[in-house]
């Protein structure tokens, strides 16, 4: 895929947030001035698109205190709303690093149920081993015969074997399993696969807290990236999905999927303001092309429905 071709599908998936977003603040600056009313009004446009009151907050008071040459009209203040949500963006903008020291270099892929973990899993292996990298898969979701199934098909479109094990195993098993073949094999990069938990489920959460430790058994540096899948559409129910995670495992990067599901899109801003933790990919669709690197630049962009 083009990068031409990744930047219309994101302005595609962010249609419903934009449109929310542009609409706002059209009707914010009906009066043609910047007044309070006006700028309470472009706060609660940017609260409603999940970005978060703090988040929020900054960027009015960044608005507010901004010398314009003129009274800005809607153009102006996309442009720079744009600007300003790059800015907050940028430092979370940091790609998956493989270390080749570390090998297997260990992904522990973690999230609630339906966040889209196999699926992301799937669409890694294809980019890693395009890349020329050896992946092993492993099915730590044995509470559902049908993920292990999901795993497999995405394992057979990247060319990647799959450890598994009968469904309703101990997942720790299976974990144990593809660690001592991925150190056996010499591969260069182990995916870890895991059950979909709520995170108010104290029970799974000491389950995933057993995998951490068996990993970490068999190599103390080990796993070596933590990536939390998360899901657009639930929107500021994420905070909570990462405050919760982080008491496990320490969660050093996210993926966000569906973007294209909802007018959320603008949960990335909330999260990145209050966690600072690295957004690695994007996802804005099912198709095993739709799983791209983060750009600041280009999510805030289209987040204002701007395309230069």
């Known amino acids: 895929m083009t990068q031409d071709d ?54 009015r008071n960044e608005i507010e ?31 998956l690093i493989i270390d080749s020291s570390k090998k297997p270099f260990v992904i522990l892929v973690q999230g ?13 292996a294809k980019i890693f081993t395009e890349e020329g990298k050896s992946v092993l898969l492993a099915a730590g979701d044995t509470f559902r015969a049908a993920a292990i199934e999901q795993l497999q098909i995405w394992g057979d479109r990247a060319g990647c074997q799959v450890i598994s094990h009968t469904p309703g195993v101990d997942p720790a098993g299976v ?21 979909g938990r709520l995170q108010n489920r104290d029970d799974l959460m000491a389950e995933l807290h057993k995998i951490n430790r068996v ?7 080990a796993p070596h990236c933590c990536l939390l899948i998360l899901d657009a559409t639930v929107g500021q129910n994420a905070h909570s999905q990462v405050e919760k995670f982080q008491k496990i495992s ?9 973007l294209d599901g909802s007018a959320r899109g603008g949960i990335i801003v909330s999260l990145a303001e209050k966690f600072k933790l690295p957004v690695h990919a994007i996802g804005v669709g099912e198709g095993e092309n739709d799983l791209m690197l983060f750009n600041a ?12």
């Open 112 to 124: 609630v149920n339906g966040s889209g973990k196999t699926t992301t899993i799937g669409k890694l």
């Open 215 to 221: 990993i970490h058994k068999i190599d103390d540096t």
């Open 250 to 258: 320490p969660i050093n990067g996210l993926v966000m999927n569906k």
């Open 6 to 59: 990744w930047l219309r599908r994101l302005k595609h998936g962010l249609s419903r947030t934009s449109a929310h977003i542009t609409e706002g603040i059209t009707q914010a600056l009906n009066s043609r001035k910047l007044d309070r009313s006006t700028l309470d009004n472009l706060e609660d446009i940017l609260i409603t698109s999940d970005m978060g009151v703090s988040a929020a907050a900054k960027l």
């Open 65 to 95: 205190k901004t010398k314009f040459a003129k009274e800005p009209n809607f153009t102006d203040i996309q442009h720079f709303l744009a600007e300003k949500i790059s800015d907050i963006l940028k430092p979370v903008e940091q790609p």
């Open 175 to 195: 974990v144990f399993d593809a660690m001592e073949t991925a150190r056996r094999e010499n591969y260069d990069i182990l995916i870890i696969d895991t059950a």
């Open 297 to 308: 630049k280009d999510f805030a962009k289209k987040l204002l429905d701007l395309n230069n």
